[in-house]
Nanobody
Framework: QVQLVESGGGLVQVGGSLRLSCTAS????????MGWFRQAPGKEREFVAA????????SYADSVKGRFTISRDNAKNTVSLQMNSLKPEDTAVYYC?????????????????????WGQGTQVTVSS
């Protein structure tokens, strides 16, 4: 069984920054791509960013490109999301997710069904 635990959420003002982290346990972390998704009240869960198993390839939703950066540390079994220039529309619960396949990359990582394990979520609130 894989466990994903997110941390780092909170309340921040418009234009501020937050860094989310997700620590994984239960399987070989370095073999799997990881993703971040978010869900605002009354909306569907949406893709934010993904990183390949090696960390070489990353992808982002258009709404966060240039502001968010995903990274991973395979030695520490962690994936992080650095969020800068935050906007009120970034307010949501952010979820870390682990790919169902090994050694994967590419556009499939922007889809919910590419992932099999999910964290419990961490709230990010951007106030104006």
């Amino acid at each position: 069984q894989v466990q994903l635990v997110e941390s780092g959420g909170g309340l921040v003002q418009v234009g501020g920054s937050l860094r989310l982290s997700c620590t994984a346990s239960g399987r070989t972390f370095s073999s799997y791509a990881m993703g971040w998704f978010r869900q605002a009240p009354g909306k569907e869960r949406e893709f934010v960013a993904a990183i390949s198993w090696s960390g070489v390839s990353t992808s982002y939703a258009d709404s966060v490109k240039g502001r968010f950066t995903i990274s991973r540390d395979n030695a520490k079994n962690t994936v992080s999301l650095q969020m800068n220039s935050l906007k009120p529309e970034d307010t949501a619960v952010y979820y870390c997710a682990a790919d169902r396949d090994t050694y994967s990359s590419g556009r499939r990582l922007s889809y919910l069904d590419a992932y099999i394990y999910w964290g419990q979520g961490t709230q990010v609130t951007v106030s104006s």
